[in-house]
């Protein structure tokens, strides 16, 4: 091949080099000077250079045909894996820019990083006459879990109010996992599909990919996100320690070498089952030690989940005095069953406009108890946030409240309650042990400044 030749074949990978690098400094720009079309430009286009290389990766070594039905295969499961972290954290106001931000990190840039890495790894361990399989559980599990890990650290480094604890960062990493075992499963499907084709035809190589979906994207779906949110227990751990930059690197390094030996330990099963002719390792594995992790991730998950909405209750609880909230609001944010009850009131006497209104109620009553509960850690908190949450959650209200016929009109002033009686006065009533009364319409006096 001559050197023209060379140059031809390579140019894609020189424009993808471009865009990436053109994209970085745009990036970099836009997020120095707070212009987000240039912060949305610049990701785009780093986003398209990663891409670039791995479709030119997955076309040249399996084709374009090859690479189709590894695409349509990888995107079957998709909707599973990303759905049930945007439904992990879909309680609290997680821009959506942020939230593709790490999916598209994960899918085009970690996955592009670990393909040169890996490669790269795999030909200096055969140029020296090492097993190149061994790129897997040397190189593969450093690179790849870094390469996740980077987007979510971008989210903390220069956008840290979107990331406040370890939930934020499941949030997060998850998608980042998500995205990086889409995209792998494109590079396994695609080479699934060459190589029953090869063998017999393209039925075979169809087969071949119906049994790397049925393994790799449904039994095995979670495993990156998995590994990723070992690191992101890390980083949520340092997100609730402000200004103690020692043990937060702790923290980040340290779950960072445990996901990465969880990502060893997972690759070297199968590269040793395969090595000592023992394909039944892997699947002893699985079942013995990996699967009972991921229930412990996915059980820890649901609790941080849980304790996300307590936490509402416990720091806005300085707004009950202040009758900015009555006693049954507060408790009504205590769980996220309770809330999903408080919604289906809403519902049942205000129909869908005031379902829709309790919604926005308790979503801007957890972006108050953030701000709140940032005040609470040491962390810069936004006063402007807490009044217009505030603001949000009087408008809210006044949507439902009062729509039960059944509810006698009553104030809370932060101390008691003033219920209209039958004989059209109003007299104060003392709240019972139980927050059992109606929802209540509050007064809006001035809200409190949290730990003043």
């Not at 190189?139 to 979510?152: F, N, R, T």
């Not at 979107?162 to 792998?184: K, M, N, P, Q, R």
């Not at 009850?341 to 829709?356: D, T």
Request: glycine share 10%.
């Amino acid at each position: 091949m001559n050197l023209a030749d060379l140059l031809a074949e390579l140019a894609p990978l020189v424009a993808a080099a471009a865009a990436a690098l053109v994209g970085i400094v745009l990036a970099w720009v836009g997020a120095a000077k707070r212009k987000q079309g240039l912060l949305v430009g610049g990701t785009l286009l780093l986003f398209a250079g990663g891409a670039t290389v791995l479709a030119w990766a997955i076309i040249e070594g399996a084709g374009g045909e090859a690479a189709a039905v590894g695409l349509a295969a990888a995107l079957l499961p998709a909707p599973i894996l990303i759905g049930a972290f945007v439904w992990l954290g879909r309680y609290r106001r997680r821009p959506w820019l942020v939230l593709a931000f790490c999916l598209g990190w994960g899918a085009c840039v970690a996955t592009a990083i670990a393909l040169g890495v890996n490669t790269g790894a795999a030909y200096l361990l055969h140029r020296n006459d090492l097993n190149p399989d061994l790129a897997a559980v040397v190189s593969a599990p450093v690179i790849e879990e870094i390469g996740k890990l980077l987007g979510p650290l971008l989210v903390y480094w220069f956008a840290r109010r979107h990331l406040t604890g370890t939930l934020d960062a499941l949030v997060y990493c998850g998608l980042s996992g998500a995205g990086f075992a889409i995209a792998e499963n494109v590079l396994y499907a695609s080479g699934a599909y060459v190589y029953g084709a090869e063998s017999l035809d393209a039925a075979a190589g169809i087969a071949q990919v119906t049994l790397l979906v049925i393994m790799r994207g449904l039994a095995t779906m979670f495993a990156h996100p998995l590994m990723t949110g070992l690191s992101a227990i890390g980083l949520g751990k340092a997100a609730r320690k402000p200004g103690r930059k020692g043990l937060q690197t702790v923290w980040i390094i340290g779950m960072l070498l445990c996901g990465m030996g969880l990502h060893a330990l997972w690759n070297g099963a199968s590269v040793l089952g395969v090595a000592l002719e023992m394909p039944a390792l892997w699947f002893a594995l699985y079942p013995a030690f990996l699967a009972p992790l991921f229930f412990t991730m996915v059980g820890a998950a649901l609790w941080l989940r849980a304790a996300d909405a307590r936490r509402t209750q416990t720091v806005l609880a300085p707004l009950v005095g202040a009758a900015q909230l009555s006693p049954p609001e507060l408790a009504s944010l205590a769980s996220f069953s309770r809330r999903s009850a408080a919604r289906a009131w809403a519902r049942r006497f205000a129909g869908k406009p005031g379902e829709a209104a309790m919604k926005d109620f308790q979503r801007s009553a957890s972006a108050v108890a953030e701000q709140y509960d940032l005040a609470s850690i040491g962390r810069p908190w936004s006063e402007q946030t807490v009044h217009e949450g505030v603001g949000r959650m009087h408008a809210a209200r006044a949507r439902y409240a009062g729509a039960d016929p059944r509810t006698p009109p009553a104030l809370w002033d932060g101390r008691r309650y003033h219920v209209t009686f039958p004989d059209g006065r109003m007299r104060p009533v003392e709240p019972p042990a139980a927050p059992v009364m109606p929802f209540p319409v509050a007064p809006p006096p001035a809200y409190p400044v949290p730990y003043a």
